[in-house]
């Protein structure tokens, strides 16, 4: 569970499409809440079906595991490496008028991350490799902790969106620097799984 919750807490501070419409909310909307909260719908509905595909996916075929939990593992490796040599964008909120419709701006939030496809991929790279064969059903791991992600990203966009305008204007490097340090503790997490496998097989 700790282990989990370090990977969840890092990508939620990874900058991104989620960041910038969560600074977007706090520079132009009225309240952040609608936003925020469409954003962590999303995320809601994207656990549920992949706990439960997954879920099924490994209770029937076990070995899947251990093909999603390597497959997981070189993704964030991907990730991490990408986040180091690739040169980050500053993440700003756009010119466009955000509008005063609540309803709007929660389905708004709930599709950039509901069908943001790293968020998707992220958690099935990621969920996979935190369960475990005994206990719980696989499906129920995966939903436990995929809550934990979501109380993470709720936690750190309503910040993001309520700090927006004095990270903007006192702190403008800090998305370079959160994503770095992420990318360093992605790779070195994704190397260690990868190792771990290796040693079972052998």
Same mark, same amino acid.
């Given at each position: ?7 969840? *807490? ?76 690739n040169s980050a964008a500053h993440i ?22 509901? *069908? ?15 369960t475990t064969p005994h206990g719980w ?24 969106? *309520? ?40």
């Amino acid at each position: 569970m700790l282990g989990f919750w370090v990977v969840a *807490i890092l990508l939620a501070f990874t900058p991104g499409a989620d960041w910038a419409y969560a600074i977007a909310a706090g520079l132009r909307a009225k309240s952040v809440v609608p936003s925020v909260a469409g954003m962590v719908f999303g995320y809601v509905v994207v656990v549920v079906v992949v706990a439960v595909g997954l879920g099924a996916l490994i209770t029937r075929y076990p070995v899947a595991l251990t093909g999603l939990t390597v497959a997981g593992s070189a993704y964030l490796i991907y990730l991490g490496l990408s986040a180091l040599f690739n040169s980050a964008a500053h993440i700003e909120a756009s010119d466009r008028e955000f509008g005063d419709n609540r309803v709007a701006q929660f389905f708004r939030g709930a599709g950039v991350s509901g *069908i943001n496809p790293k968020g998707v991929l992220l958690l099935i790279a990621l969920l996979p490799q935190f369960t475990t064969p005994h206990g719980w059903p696989s499906s129920m791991q995966m939903l436990a902790l995929g809550g934990l992600h979501i109380l993470d990203v709720a936690v750190v966009y309503f910040c993001v969106a *309520i700090l927006a305008r004095r990270m903007l204007r006192s702190r403008p490097r800090a998305s370079m620097f959160v994503t770095k340090f992420a990318g360093v503790v992605m790779t070195l997490i994704g190397a260690g799984i990868l190792v771990e496998q290796a040693v079972k097989l052998l």
